[in-house]
């Protein structure tokens, strides 16, 4: 479809409007439009509202962003990431090529809130080659006519979201400790679950202070070292009680708790039966 708005250029200008099946919106991320647009100098968009999530990645020129959060400049080589939810604005100075997708799903404001609260409206990937060849390929399925394969669809959408999560995550990386610190401790927790891991010992794995760790840990996983041990000690625990018939001390003690009488109240108040009966109930059903 040729784009009917003020400002853009037929001439090189195309978009394509999607609808998703039913198990789409129930399973997966999907586009909804997908276009390549020639913007001219002066072009200006503004909405309250819009039904979806943009993504745009400037080819040439540049666009100036506006939400509640205030202003940003996307110039070429940037992705824009917008929740069209809410208001926002964007606009160009100079004539522009962008190509960009709406898209939603179940998923997507979870990917939407990791990637904008650490990286913002504009984001620029140190290689960006990937998320393009993902997104023109959402494009090129459209404007060749070839058949929509909707899990395909949702892989290449995810595909891109994970491209910017892992900058998200890696640009909060401080340059005094490993680079994938967190992750390290991580599993170095999933693989001594029977050691007491105290959080002084796991500090200085990730090259931190305690009191900083902690932080870290904590925006980076959402929970504290001591609930995120806890809690994979009860997961161990309940596989454990559901594949094996050990007793509970010797559990217990593969798992890292180191009061049998401790373990079984807790473990009451977490899942509402005690370990022997959730070990009983496991094998009836």
Not at 121 to 132: G, P
Not at 216 to 238: C, L, N, Q, S, W
Request: charged share 25%.
């Amino acid at each position: 479809m040729k784009p009917a708005e003020h400002g853009i250029r037929n001439e090189g200008s195309d978009f394509y409007i999607y609808t998703p099946s039913r198990t789409a919106l129930q399973t997966f991320l999907y586009p909804l439009r997908a276009g390549l647009f020639q913007y001219e100098s002066g072009y200006r968009q503004e909405r309250t509202s819009f039904d979806s999530f943009l993504l745009m990645y400037i080819r040439r020129g540049a666009f100036d962003v506006v939400t509640d959060e205030g202003a940003q400049r996307a110039t070429k080589g940037d992705f824009v990431l917008l929740d069209c939810y809410k208001h926002h604005s964007y606009s160009t100075n100079i004539d522009s090529e962008v190509l960009w997708m709406h898209f939603d799903g179940l998923q997507a404001r979870p990917y939407f809130e990791l990637i904008h609260s650490k990286l913002g409206t504009v984001i620029s990937l140190k290689e960006a080659n990937y998320a393009v060849t993902r997104l023109t390929g959402i494009f090129e399925t459209f404007h060749a006519g070839s058949r929509i394969s909707e899990p395909r669809m949702s892989k290449y959408i995810t595909d891109i979201l994970t491209e910017f999560a892992m900058t998200a995550t890696e640009s909060n990386t401080s340059a005094q400790r490993q680079p994938h610190a967190i992750e390290d401790v991580l599993t170095y927790i999933a693989n001594h679950l029977a050691d007491p891991l105290p959080i002084e010992e796991l500090a200085a794995r990730a090259y931190m202070s305690e009191y900083h760790f902690i932080r870290v840990f904590k925006r980076e996983t959402g929970y504290t070292p001591h609930a995120y041990i806890v809690d994979a000690r009860m997961h161990a625990a309940k596989y454990m009680l559901i594949n094996s018939d050990i007793p509970l001390k010797q559990l217990c003690e593969e798992c890292g708790f180191a009061d049998t009488s401790a373990f079984c109240a807790a473990f009451k108040r977490r899942n509402g039966v005690s370990p022997i009966e959730f070990r009983k109930r496991s094998e009836i059903q």
